[in-house]
């Protein structure tokens, strides 16, 4: 459910006409609706019901700040990859307590910052990391607060390049050799044991390998605490799809039977449940808008230049991922459609958002809105092609707000400076 609709013939983000913001703010842009953020939270949360648990977004998604303070609001925590990500997300008011820190490549650096800002866990990725934790909370004089992070070789079912369980993946300590880390950390001075931590993927369209995966982690969450080790949370990961492709097979399983699933699996140890989602809390709650350069017609394809590129929103070029695209301007019932190809101006082949897309007849200087791009969309974004970044907006109820404005050229040079010797 989102709340980008057609009213009166026009596409709306809540109660505001997307025509008003491309003339306002430009295109392209992307729009974010609150009360699909705030909506999404609330589903999730309420099929939690009756288990102590702590969701904590997964920042990577959609580091916007008012998409994370938003959430903030509602009680959410973060995951982060990164020291820039832990900033916003307590910048857009997240308590570091709540904040749980992921990812295979952590620094010195972003170790030593996690120790000094207190935060709430750390998910460890490697003997080899457990142990550089240790030394660097010994010297500090502090107590990290970790979990591994247990790849449990089971096949996502997803695209490969977001599968991250299988244990060819670089990610987490193999599932058979967690018990054996897990009994050198409990002899690490400035380190304290506190969970276990699983995400085996993102876009999952089925609960079997969820299943799977959390079984794997009763499992060994029981095999440490009955050695002694005190095991307090359990981290499920992220990894729930959404419907990108509205009526075609992709159906994700609703959060109520993900919340099943994993009230059986690990509902009855007497642990935190910690859950990482980005993708089902964002992905469904913007839009990408653009608007139509040309129309081209080709040797043997009708291409639509819009003024988005891959730049902007890199899915399509980098996972073949289906965005849905409809007019802003709603189309007639039955009205005609033909094939084309929803292309960018970047320079390159991969710059192809759609091929073959069915859709009504279009025109110059017409807009179109992506759906599902709330998610790895701006997050994802690059400069590519000498193109500023382009602009977000939040919307809520008949209000809209600028949260990224988009940069000048200026604005864009002035980031770099040549070196003193050329003058
Ligand atoms: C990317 C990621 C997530 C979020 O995945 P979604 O599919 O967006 O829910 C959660 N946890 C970790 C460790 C991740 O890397």
Redesign the pocket.
Known sequence: MNHFDYRNGVLHAEDVPLTLIAEQVGTPVYVYSQATLERHFQVLNEALAGTDHLICF?M??NPSLGVVATLAAMGAGA?V?SEGEARIAMAAGIPAERIVF??VGKTEEELVFALESGIGQL?LESYEELLELSHLAQRMGKTARIAL?VNPDIDAGTHAK?T?GLKENK?GIDWTQAHTVYKQAMRLDGIEVVGV?V?I????TDLQPFQDAFLRLRDLTLMLQADGIPIQRIDL?????VPYEPGVNETPPLPSEYAKVVKSCVGDLGCKLVF??????V?NAGILLTKIVRLKEGAVKSFVVVDAGMNDLMRPALYDAYHDIVPVKEPKPGAAKRAVDVVGPICESSDVFAAGRLLPMLYKGELLAFGTAG??GASMASEYNGRPLIPEVMVKGDRFAVTRARPTYDAMIAAQKLPDWMG
């Open positions: 997964a990577k998604a995951d990859v992921s990812g998910n992070r977001i991250t990610f931590a995400h993927g993102s876009q999952l990961g992220g990894g729930l799809g990482e989602p980005g993708r089902l809390l992905g998610a790895y």
